[in-house]
């Protein structure tokens, strides 16, 4: 984090803590929510067409985040510390813009198997 001191930094962010980035290779899934208020396609018998929501994914997920150093290419990590809680953030900000609306129920992002967070818009679950 810009905004704290190298010790700081060591002491909050731990081994996570490197001034030249470290790397993740992180799993996203990804619930759409079958709310009575949304309509099934009477001829596809879907919410969502599944080809739709990989292009949506490419563009929201793919193309901003995989093979990049988050603190010096994604410009929203910036000035926001790039932890797998802010990621969440990001995918469900990207994806609510091209979703429906209504349909994006939660974000699950798996930094290992062990570090997973559920974002659900402004409410967030760590499990």
Not at 23 to 30: C, I
Request: glycine share 4%; with cysteine.
């Amino acid at each position: 984090s810009k905004s704290l001191s190298d010790e700081e930094n060591l002491k909050l962010f731990g081994k996570c803590n490197n001034p030249n980035g470290h790397g993740h290779n992180y799993k996203a899934r990804l619930l759409i929510s079958l709310l009575f208020s949304l309509q099934i396609d009477p001829v596809s018998g879907m919410v969502i067409n599944l080809t739709d929501l990989k292009e949506y994914m490419q563009e929201a997920i793919m193309e901003p985040l995989d093979h990049k150093n988050l603190d010096k290419d994604v410009p929203y990590f910036a000035e926001v510390v790039s932890t797998t809680e802010n990621v969440a953030v990001f995918i469900w900000e990207n994806l609510k813009k091209l979703l429906p609306v209504g349909t994006l129920y939660k974000v699950k992002v798996y930094e290992t198997d062990q570090n997973i967070v559920v974002y659900k818009g402004e409410e967030t679950i760590s499990e």
